[in-house]
């Protein structure tokens, strides 16, 4: 069984495994980093991870914080995120379907 | 807004749930089981993704499939004052009526669809909510990359890839180390565990374990399992530090403490919960009586039942966590009796409470094992968010009188999760007992409330003293004026 299914995350169309949450769809987003060449290797692998801790924000608190899952079961409401023009979704709670538009960050 | 009517409804999926469901059908009862997630097995048997839904939830899905389940579910609110027949309002993210689960066994869950309002009209209840991750705060847990315990593993078996992932796991609890585990099996490395209770208290129950072979088996696996990583006791997270300005941004290291020693250990994920409390937000609503030892900790409160598990309002039951938390075999064991008593089989009811009996005394020997440790009350500063949804710090909540005054005056509880990260966390490190929740539960789109094309209306009036009913809320809602929502 590998199906797949392809939704917009933030404007961009990814392809996710079937029966993925939304909240782990966003997280597990592909990093886009500039290319750095010739650098050695620690710090292209510490360029990576920085780049890399990023996803884990889905949205943005009051006060401007960036804000990923705490409790990955529907309690906290972190992870929320608006879904084909639905706001305040929990994403943890959600499976990605077809052509389901996630719009993350606010 | 469509009508689901059943002799038994349970609320909850997971293990005390289905085995409420089982012994109901097994008494001859008509059961509707409904339940938030997408599929059935509660958190600690979540259907991994692709492997589909768990054995032991199979096994009980075979007992119980004369029962209907409905998925993806939400109860967010009840006809007050709780009398029968039982009147509660779910929240549904999926069309159609609730299918038999013999038609389910196979996949467990089914197609998300539009969401609709149902009302849920039963002679009998049984809670089984379960219970959820005592989250404490400290410098730092707000960065992203700073996750539960539970709440990793869910984010994991949900899909999230931790491959390669550096992940430092803290708290206290049993979970700790089966998650270790498990993440280990999804690629992560694990760095280390941190469990905040002394070693002396852990082998404590490792030798109670002796009585119960199967629990003994299951430990010594997963310790076999764990012999490469490192456990510390008596060590706690002082604060996490971000790659930002200030220590914000997102999670970058984080620093532990043991004994009089601090380290600091880089990572990608810090897994960190103190245990689980009851959930009881669903009972509380109901009017049932809840005991709040706010001296023993938050996670003393528990739901008040008798032997047959029924709580203080008729035909209320209750089973599982919410009335102490315990484990899965003390789950089991309280729904199967919740269930043949809701059942009216009162026999088969009374049959069943020595395995409880039992369970119930190994349950308070884990409690003594990992009490909290008061060092751990110390650990927000005055600039620590501790309301996440609407960035109240410790220092602006921790002066006032109560949780009442503290939300009056600086909005701690109000945002989105109404209090159940924050309220709980208050609960532990001042004693500030939780609130009675008020409807809705969660929160509910205009659109879902306002369909008009019910037949039936959740009944008036309530409790005295409990506040608003649901539609007086609503109505006060609706009247609000633009102007007095938070201006941001």
Redesign the interface.
């Known amino acids: 069984m590998h199906e797949t299914v392809t939704l917009t995350l933030d404007g961009e169309t990814v392809t996710v495994p079937a029966g993925i949450t939304v909240a782990a769809a966003l997280v597990n987003r592909p990093v886009h980093r500039p290319v750095i060449r010739g650098v050695d290797r620690t710090l292209e692998r510490t360029l990576e991870r920085n780049a890399d801790r990023a996803r884990l924000a889905i949205r943005t608190s009051v006060t401007g914080a960036p804000r990923g899952p705490l409790c990955g079961m529907g309690i906290c409401f972190e992870c929320r995120a608006t879904i084909d023009g639905r706001v305040h979704v929990r994403t943890c709670m959600t499976l990605c379907r077809d052509g389901m538009e996630v719009v993350s960050g606010v | 807004m469509c009508e689901e009517r059943a002799e038994v409804l349970v609320v909850g999926a997971g293990p005390a749930g289905l085995a409420a469901a089982a012994a109901a059908c097994e008494s001859g009862a008509e059961v509707l089981v409904v339940d938030?997630?997408?599929a059935a097995g509660g958190?600690i048997w979540r259907a991994h993704?692709?492997a589909g839904v768990r054995p032991e939830t199979r096994a009980l899905l075979e007992r119980a499939r004369r029962a209907r389940l409905l998925s993806g579910a939400v109860v967010f609110d009840a006809a007050l004052p709780a009398a029968r027949p039982h009147r509660l309002r779910a929240l549904v993210?999926e069309g159609g009526p609730a299918e038999r689960i013999a038609e389910r066994v196979a996949e467990g869950s089914a197609e998300?669809s539009a969401e609709q309002i149902v009302e849920l009209v039963a002679e009998r209840v049984v809670v089984a909510t379960g219970a959820?991750?005592l989250?404490l705060p400290f410098p730092g847990w707000?960065l992203?990359?700073?996750?539960?315990v539970?709440?990793?593993?869910?984010?994991v078996e949900?899909?999230?890839?931790v491959r390669d992932r550096r992940v430092v796991i803290a708290g206290s609890g049993p979970l700790l180390l089966a998650v270790a585990a498990s993440l280990r099996s999804a690629g992560a490395r694990v760095l280390g565990v941190f469990e905040q209770a002394p070693r002396g208290a852990v082998v404590g129950v490792g030798l109670t374990l002796a009585r119960h072979p199967r629990k003994l088996a299951q430990a010594g696996a997963l310790l076999a399992r764990l012999a490469s990583v490192s456990r510390s006791y008596s060590s706690w997270p002082l604060r996490a530090e971000g790659?930002g300005a200030g220590g914000?941004?997102?999670?970058?290291r984080v620093i532990l403490r043991t004994g009089a020693r601090d380290r600091a250990l880089d990572c990608?994920l810090l897994a960190c919960a103190f245990g689980l409390v009851p959930a009881t937000r669903l009972a509380a609503l109901l009017g049932c009586t809840i005991e709040h030892a706010v001296d023993r900790g938050a996670r003393a409160r528990r739901v008040v039942v008798d032997e047959l598990q029924r709580t203080t309002i008729d035909g209320v039951l209750c089973a599982g966590e919410p009335t102490g938390i315990g484990g899965v075999d003390l789950a089991l064991a309280e729904g199967a009796v919740a269930g043949h008593a809701a059942a009216g089989d009162l026999d088969r009811a009374r049959a069943a409470v020595p395995r409880s009996r039992r369970e119930r005394r190994f349950a308070a020997a884990l409690e003594r094992a990992f009490a909290l440790r008061s060092e751990l009350r110390d650990l927000p500063a005055d600039d620590t968010?501790v309301c996440?949804?609407?960035?109240v710090t410790w220092g602006a909540i921790r002066t006032w009188r109560d949780g009442r005054q503290a939300k009056l005056e600086t909005r701690c509880g109000m945002?989105?999760?109404q209090g159940?990260?924050c309220g709980v966390a208050l609960e532990a490190l001042l004693g500030w007992p939780l609130e009675t929740p008020r409807p809705p539960l969660i929160?509910v789109?205009f659109h879902a409330l306002a369909d008009t094309t019910s037949e039936t209306r959740i009944g008036p009036p309530c409790r005295p003293n409990s506040g608003a009913t649901s539609a007086e809320a609503r109505g006060w809602l609706e009247a609000r004026p633009e102007g007095h929502f938070k201006a941001?």
């Open positions: 938030e997630n997408a958190q993704r692709g993210a998300q959820t991750e989250f707000t992203p990359g700073v996750l539960g539970g709440g990793l593993q869910a984010m949900g899909g999230m890839d790659d914000g941004g997102f999670l970058r990608d968010v996440r949804c609407e960035d945002g989105p999760c159940r990260v929160p789109p941001r």
